[in-house]
């Protein structure tokens, strides 16, 4: 019998119309560890973002365009119907659940999984059908028997963050006191990362260890499992005036507080927390002050990017020629590169681990935008076509992640115009100048242009932030066709990767991290910026259809290619060096 039948009739046990199951844990993750895994345990749908819906009669899957493809053949077969989001034809959740339920019924959440804002949208849009919310009815577990436990790796001190946790929470406390509040309630696990200078190792590829904290005028409160801490680690929050109490307290600790004023974060922290303080203090929604400190990196976390880039491109020359042999000799496959790309970055100095799944696509494979290579479709890479190679790791240096799509052979000219088109886009976006102010909304435009006048596009965003030796997707900038008021600031590290998906023929996808940086002292018209191209290592110029770049834009590759050089061959051997030379040569 399957989970999810499992699952519905337990719902009929419990008289419970319907159930949400998120991918996210109590601390809002993108990415969770296994013991939270539970929409991909009841689905089978394994992506990054998916919430499944469950009544006791049917169950729905809503997902975005990255995870389309993928996400139909998962679902195959398990009677959950793929609610393709964003579609026009889609319904929302809250119009599919509507329809389903009717007055009277109950619905069951887990509210450590619902921040405060979703869990009061939710309660506002039953109580409108006079349908109630059940939070104390934990179907997942009752259900799911063979649940992962929780995560018990063991925590490491980050030296390379350039300011002290003393200095970071006495920013923090400031931010607190503005407000009129004496405390904060952080959730987030990348925030409690940076803040208290820590990194860990319970969730695949992201460098955070679960936790909750609690940060008042007068104390600071760790809440983490003691297990995960050496000697060490005591020391260091002994030292730094932090009391560390077991995980599983923190609700009883809240319970305790009273008649104070706590701010917490209504977007990010779960309803949970919420529940527990509210009726015995008093809530101040404030957006953690910790979001846009972490995103704008200080001149000692940018130095670390610099270095990761050297390493993770001495990595991927290395990884490019055994795959030119690899091919050459009929014995590279999707898997086979995905492991050699991790050799080769495990090679480095500090290196800790991939900071993602790597993507190695090839050919019709590259047009699923999140695709991971299994033994069921692992393809043989054949003399032609293209590899689509997203990938990037976690150094104590910095984190990267970087794209590119690498020609096996030739190319009809179909492929070389558009891998040429997104390359255009990441030219131009790279090169930009902008006021103080500007949002990365306002720049998305230029990385899509050149696709456009080809009646192209993608449909994910052009650019996401990136974590300090932390987590590969970090708020709050963003650059993307939406609307997102968080204005670029100096400091702030992000990808540049636009992309076009042509569906069972081949993807193409080229991304840099850039830095934002100030261009010239301000003037009558204020202060402007430019980027900072961070990552380091060609693109391939077999891709290049010539005839469709510009001047400017020659020159722009040139003095990459050659800044790769520059920077990388006093790591690299001769015959490295040799490689390398080849694929930077000065593009007439």
Known sequence: MSLLISLQQSMVRHRIAATIIPSTDPHGSEYVASHWQARRAFSGFDGSAGTLVVTTSKAALWTDSRYFIQAAEQLADTGIELMKEGLAATPTIEQWLMAEVSAGDVISLDAKLFSISEFERWQSLFASKNVTIATDIDLVSEVWISRPSMPQNPIRLFSKAGRSFLKKVDTLRKAIQNIGAEAFVITALDEIAWLFNIR?????????????????????????????????????????????????CFFDFLATVANIKIAIDFSRANYEVFSVLHQRNELKNLTSPIIEAKAIKNSAELAGFRRAMIKDGVALVRFCIWLQQ????????????????????????????????TIAAYQAHGAIVHYAPTPQTDLKLKPHGLLLLDSGGQYTDGTTDITRTIPLGRLSYEQRRDFTLVLKGVIA?????????????????????????????????????????????????????????????????TSNEPAVYMQGKYGIRHENLIAVKRHKKSNAFGLFYKFETLTLFPFDRRGLERSLMTEDEIDWLNEYHEMCYRRLSPQLNDQECAWLKRMTATIR
């Open 429 to 493: 976006l790279s090169r930009a100048v902008f006021p103080q102010g500007t949002r990365g909304t306002q720049l998305d435009v230029l990385a899509r242009q050149y696709l456009w006048q080809y009646y192209k596009n993608f449909g994910h965003g052009t650019g996401h932030g990136v974590g300090h030796h932390l987590c590969v997707h970090e708020g709050p900038q963003s650059i993307r066709m939406q609307e997102n008021p968080q204005p670029l600031i100096e400091g702030m590290v």
């Open 200 to 248: 860990g190792n319970d969730i695949e590829f992201n460098p955070v260890a679960v936790a909750y904290a609690y940060v008042a005028t007068d104390r600071v409160i760790l809440f983490i499992d003691s297990c995960k801490c050496d000697a060490k680690a005591c020391l260091y929050f002994s030292q730094n005036g932090i009391e560390v109490i077991a995980y599983d």
């Open 326 to 357: 690899a091919v050459k000799d009929g014995v590279a496959t999707e898997l086979k590169a995905s492991h050699k790309l991790h050799e080769c970055r495990r090679e480095q100095a500090g290196f800790v681990s991939d900071s993602f799944e």
